[in-house]
């Protein structure tokens, strides 16, 4: 499987960007997907997620409300609105294939298999 993340940038405080990811080799439908971000000098920080089937998603309480994350078939994206200058990092797609007894996700990087090559984001204040 290879992930490809494609459409960061660099934008003011309060504004919006997308990012995507997509994906080829292997048909992730089966899979739940999400995103996780890096600062500099900082751990890879989970931002959200979303399930096989696109019907759940779970996102951190720093970006609850101002992301979105969907996908459709290989392909991922996150839309990010009312961006701030902490958002700024390198955002990472990934995908895991793992089950879990009592959740249907993980936030922890550990646990995802396969990941995209990251792209950046800067938000200016």
């Known amino acids: 499987v290879q992930l490809q993340a494609s459409g960061g940038g660099s934008v003011q405080a309060g504004g919006s960007l997308r990012v995507s990811c997509a994906a080829s080799?292997?048909?992730?439908?089966?899979?739940?997907m999400g995103w996780f971000r890096q600062a500099p000098g900082k751990e890879r920080e989970f931002v959200s997620v979303?399930?096989?089937?696109?019907?759940r998603t779970y996102l951190s309480d720093s970006v609850k409300g101002r992301f979105t994350i969907s996908r459709a078939g290989n392909t991922m994206s996150l839309w990010m609105n009312g961006l701030k200058p902490e958002d700024t990092a390198v955002y990472y797609c990934?995908?895991?294939?793992?089950?879990?007894?009592?959740?249907?996700?993980?936030?922890?990087?550990?646990?995802?298999?396969?990941w995209g090559q990251g792209t950046q984001v800067t938000v200016s204040s």
């Open positions: 990934a995908v895991d294939r793992s089950k879990y007894a009592d959740t249907w996700y993980s936030t922890h990087p550990s646990d995802y298999e396969y």
């Open positions: 080799g292997r048909a992730l439908s089966p899979y739940v």
């Open positions: 979303i399930s096989a089937g696109g019907d």
